[in-house]
């Protein structure tokens, strides 16, 4: 399984980016597609999920409203748009896959089995 991450950068506080993850290399009926983040010195922790069933979606407190994830099922590719970036959003963000779907555990980055190389988002205030 392989996953790539990008679309990261340097953005003012108030700003937006749009993250993009490929996935490739596995066959699953059902698995949980995440984003997850990591600041300096801090746990990394997750942003928001898509399940591929139903399209189910879930999100941090921290990012609700702000951020939207989405995906295109036939590039399998997908997306987090992250809108009125605060300085907080800055960190590592990392797309992972869950091969076992848990909609209650989607936070839990045990879950997850393979992961993308991260890419840095940085909000200046």
């Known amino acids: 399984v392989q996953l790539q991450a990008s679309g990261g950068g340097l953005v003012p506080s108030g700003g937006s980016l749009r993250l993009s993850c490929k996935v490739s290399?596995?066959?699953?009926?059902?698995?949980?597609v995440a984003w997850f983040r990591q600041a300096p010195g801090r746990q990394r922790e997750g942003v928001s999920s898509i399940f591929s069933g139903d399209g189910s979606v879930y999100y941090a407190e921290a990012v609700k409203g702000r951020f939207t994830i989405s995906r295109d099922s036939a590039a399998s590719m997908y997306y987090l748009q992250m809108n009125n970036l605060k300085p907080e959003d800055t960190a590592v963000y990392f797309c992972?896959?869950?091969?076992?779907?848990?909609?209650?555990?989607?936070?839990?980055?045990?879950?997850?089995?393979?992961w993308g190389q991260g890419t840095l988002v940085t909000v200046s205030s």
């Open positions: 290399g596995f066959s699953f009926p059902y698995y949980g």
């Open positions: 992972a896959v869950a091969k076992s779907w848990s909609g209650s555990e989607w936070f839990a980055s045990g879950r997850y089995n393979d």
